[in-house]
């Protein structure tokens, strides 16, 4: 008896020191937002008592910190193969990149060993890369996506006035299978944090351009994004003075160089050499006559912009968009598709299965509720999901997205396959049950033929489904009559459908 009396309170004492510390977990990695401003990625203060499920086996919560420098960050969540450990094929395997650039900034030029496509979430950026051994530079906004092959040299400027510029990205995984980092840079501006390549060959070597590129090689960044004062190359050095007043001024010469610059005579030739003439160099073009015909040309892909595309399927209670490379030829190269999703208050993308492709989706707005099914039949995963949050579902499963009752749900995310997808529904006017209906699939369910046929038909909207009705108003409606009931939630739906179009366009 005394020794249960003893073990008695330190086993309550366990019990409270396990809760307190899940308590003080946090939940989804908060920390890892967009920090401030409008539209911010992550919520600083979060509700109490979300429920059971916020946190779910397939929602990503690890990330990491890429790149940290002085003008911005990049943070990758690693995607997950399946079974989970699993590294003997890379089917399904993706990461999701988050690139932040404050206002005035240079993400210096790279290549990357993984291709990757990038999505505006917010701000304007100018990205210049080579397509076919020339230098193209191309203008996105809100909503842009383009796709760069790995090994092609690119670099990004946040053109948006004060705005900082926020992109989304899908990485493919790299041969490492998740042994290494995500993906690996190699970077042709910069000394020290981060090195050039060019840097790592010997002086004889490079003994032919060596003397032109000195200055640019020993030159010192801060990290891999830095600030500027005028756009690289824009022909804008002659107004020196207000070059060497823009504290953090960009400046590929070094900052000795540059105080020596700014001291010296104004009629005097600049020294320092911009990005762009450096790319160019490289690649075998010529001076600015030759490069603006490179960046105009014509046979580069132009980037895709989802907010000025029609919806591939719209009805009352949301609308989706798929791209795939049909609509966007250049996702072909790295065989991934990008979708965009918005559902009204308390909508429901209805439960369905992705036959071709293992999805990835970001939280873009609002809040929801992502399920899904095991192949056993056993519900895997009921998670609460916000905006920032990543979550992604392997291919095969069964699973849906539902949006809370306070608002919009908005989300965007990548599949593992540039083919159209053709998700097979599971309840719906155009589910697959309903497109079976007969008297073989009574009989796998057990019942007659006509009453499966009175419950599969009893839903007549599809894919995007109206939200169910809460128990006070089941209530009320069963007063009323069907007919009654389905106009007032027509006439409802059809009030809000303006709003939603109306939100996304103010994004």
């Known amino acids: ?183 690996q840079s190699f970077f042709l501006g910069g000394a020290g944090h981060p090195a050039s390549v060019l840097a790592g060959f010997e002086p004889k070597t490079l003994a032919a351009t060596y003397e032109e590129l000195a200055r640019v090689l020993l030159a010192q960044t801060r990290g891999p994004i830095v600030y500027y004062a005028t756009e690289p190359g824009s022909g804008d050095e002659g107004n020196r003075g207000a070059r060497c007043r823009d504290a953090g001024a960009w400046r590929p010469g070094g900052r000795g160089e540059e105080d020596e610059e700014c001291v010296g005579n104004d009629d005097a030739q600049p020294t320092t050499w911009s990005w762009r003439k450096l790319v160019n160099r490289f690649i075998g073009g010529a001076d600015s006559v030759d490069a603006d015909a490179n960046r105009k040309k014509r046979g580069a892909p132009k980037p895709y912009n989802l907010y000025d595309s029609k919806p591939g399927f719209r009805n009352t209670y949301g609308w989706t968009i798929a791209v795939d490379k049909h609509a966007y030829e250049p996702l072909k190269h790295s065989d991934i598709g990008v979708y965009l999703v918005n559902l009204t208050a308390g909508s429901m993308l209805a439960p369905h299965v992705n036959p071709r492709a293992t999805e990835y989706g970001v939280v873009l707005g609002g809040e929801g509720k992502v399920e899904v099914v095991f192949p056993n039949g056993s519900l895997a995963m009921s998670a609460v999901v916000r905006a920032g949050d990543v979550f992604w579902v392997p291919r095969y499963f069964p699973f849906c997205q539902v949006a809370a009752r306070g608002g919009a749900f908005e989300f965007f995310g990548f599949t593992t396959s540039a083919r159209s997808n053709r998700p097979q529904f599971l309840v719906g006017a155009t589910s697959v049950l309903r497109t079976m209906l007969g008297p073989e699939v009574a009989a796998a369910f057990g019942t007659r033929e006509e009453d499966f046929r009175k419950l599969v038909r009893a839903q007549e909207q599809a894919l995007i489904l109206p939200s169910f009705p809460e128990k006070g108003r089941r209530e009320k409606r069963g007063k009323k009559g069907r007919g009654e009931e389905e106009e007032e939630e027509h006439g409802k739906g059809r009030k809000e459908e303006p709003l939603v179009i109306e939100q996304v366009a103010k994004e």
């Open 1 to 183: 008896m005394d020794r249960v009396s003893v073990m008695a309170p330190l086993l309550m004492l366990l019990l409270l020191a396990s809760r307190c510390a899940a308590a003080a977990a946090p939940r989804h990695g908060r920390e890892w937002g967009w920090e401030e401003g409008e539209g911010e990625w992550r919520p600083e203060k979060e509700e109490e008592g979300e429920g059971k499920g916020s946190k779910g086996l397939f929602v990503l919560d690890r990330l990491e910190k890429v790149v940290e420098s002085e003008g911005g960050q990049v943070r990758v969540v690693r995607g997950q193969p399946w079974p989970p450990g699993s590294f003997v094929s890379r089917e399904g395997l993706m990461h999701i990149g988050f690139i932040t650039m404050e206002p005035k900034t240079l993400f210096v030029p790279q290549y990357l060993d993984s291709n990757i496509v990038l999505f505006v979430r917010r701000g304007e950026v100018k990205v210049g890369y080579i397509y076919k051994d020339e230098l193209v530079e191309r203008k996105l906004k809100m909503g842009d996506v383009l796709h760069i092959d790995a090994g092609s040299t690119f670099y990004m400027i946040n053109t948006g006035k004060g705005q900082r510029l926020q992109i989304i990205c899908s990485i493919d995984a790299s041969d490492s299978l998740g042994f290494g980092a995500p993906y």
